[in-house]
Nanobody, 128 residues
Framework: QVQLVESGGGLVQAGGSLRLSCAAS????????MGWFRQAPGKEREFVAF????????YYADSVKGRFTISRNNAKNTVYLQMNSLTPEDTAVYYC?????????????????????WGQGTQVTVSS
């Protein structure tokens, strides 16, 4: 089993930045595909960003492309989401997700149901 703990959420004004962190348990973190998802009140959970275990390939939702950056430090068992130019539309609970499988060839990195492990979420609120 893998435990994921998100941190770094909070209240920020529009145009500001936040960096989310997701700390993972386990000894094989470098083999895990990692994703960030978010869920706003009354809406379905949606894909935000993905990074392969190697860290060499990442993908982003169109809504955050150019503003958000996903990265990982395998030595620290941590994945990050740097969020810049935030808008009120980015307000949501942000979830970290992990899976030991590599979704690169199947394209399942975007799919909420594909990931086996999830964190508890961290709230991001962007004020006008």
């Amino acid at each position: 089993q893998v435990q994921l703990v998100e941190s770094g959420g909070g209240l920020v004004q529009a145009g500001g930045s936040l960096r989310l962190s997701c700390a993972a348990s386990g000894r094989t973190f470098s083999t895990y595909a990692m994703g960030w998802f978010r869920q706003a009140p009354g809406k379905e959970r949606e894909f935000v960003a993905f990074i392969r275990g190697s860290g060499g390939i990442s993908y982003y939702a169109d809504s955050v492309k150019g503003r958000f950056t996903i990265s990982r430090n395998n030595a620290k068992n941590t994945v990050y989401l740097q969020m810049n130019s935030l808008t009120p539309e980015d307000t949501a609970v942000y979830y970290c997700a992990a899976d030991q499988r590599d979704p690169y060839y199947s394209g399942n990195y975007y799919y909420t149901g594909w990931y086996h492990y999830w964190g508890q979420g961290t709230q991001v609120t962007v004020s006008s």
